[in-house]
């Protein structure tokens, strides 16, 4: 990998106009901010990206409050799909990193914005649904989202491996994880040059763990990288960390 402080950004997919329902609201909730996009049923944006900015202090009441500020920016919608920054199961959150302790313990939030939209709602794991919106389906994908946190996403021809939280694994120092070195917090303490670094090695390292094929980098911290990735490595944009969303309904038709 070469320096390359000017290489360009991934581009945002295209809006399109003639969209085939059901029409899903995607929903991306991060530590910095609330983002959300209107996908037709093949996976096509029809609406432009909006976001508002995550609360000062994101307990489930407050986040669920921008959850409703951002879908006012929305249009008509049929089904909601959710990407959540922590461990998801049957709907309902653990472990959420990088907002509040209130979410951990299996706060409900399908079930309690099924409640307020009266629409029906998925929820997943963030880093899964930006995955399902890059990856081509063939071979060992890696996806790596670089915000306030480190998100990971392992699928093997076109399948989830369910449960990888590969930010918070020990790496390099002893009580460090990778979240330490390449999320925000790393980014803040070490500066953007050794943060390139760091996020460098990572790339080295996990191609040797998973023996990925191909890696995706997503996320707005993209935009901070000064390196030319490999030809194996594909940076995406922020629009394309939504694109997934329909595919969490994919068993339902």
Not at 20 to 25: D, E, K, V
Not at 158 to 180: A, I
Request: charged share 20%; glycine share 14%.
């Amino acid at each position: 990998m070469t320096p390359n402080p000017s290489a360009p950004a991934a581009s945002a997919p295209v809006v399109s106009t003639k969209p085939t329902g059901p029409i899903t609201m995607t929903i991306d909730i991060g530590g910095s901010g609330l983002k959300a996009l209107l996908l037709d049923a093949a996976g096509k944006p029809v609406s432009e990206r909006q976001r508002v900015v995550t609360p000062a202090v994101p307990t489930p009441e407050a986040v669920l409050g921008g959850l409703e500020e951002l879908r006012k920016l929305m249009g008509p919608f049929d089904r909601v799909s959710v990407g959540f920054p922590g461990v998801v199961k049957h709907g309902c959150t653990y472990l959420g990193f990088n907002l509040h302790p209130l979410w951990a313990g299996g706060f409900p939030l399908q079930a309690e914005l099924e409640k307020r939209w009266k629409k029906p709602v998925r929820v997943g794991n963030d880093a899964d649904v930006a995955g399902y919106g890059a990856i081509k389906g063939n071979g060992v994908e890696l996806v790596l989202t670089l915000g306030t946190g480190l998100g990971a996403a392992l699928f093997t021809n076109g399948h989830l491996v369910p449960g990888l939280e590969l930010g918070h694994h020990p790496w390099r120092k002893k009580g460090m994880t990778y979240e330490d070195y390449i999320g925000r917090r790393g980014l803040d303490k070490f500066g953007k040059a050794r943060w390139n670094d760091f996020l460098e090695a990572a790339i080295v390292q996990t191609e040797q763990l998973f023996n990925w094929d191909h890696l995706y980098l997503g996320g707005g911290n993209t935009k901070k990288i000064l390196f030319t990735p490999g030809k194996n490595v594909s940076i995406i944009s922020n629009e394309t960390g939504l694109l997934g969303g329909v595919v969490l309904w994919k068993d339902q038709g």
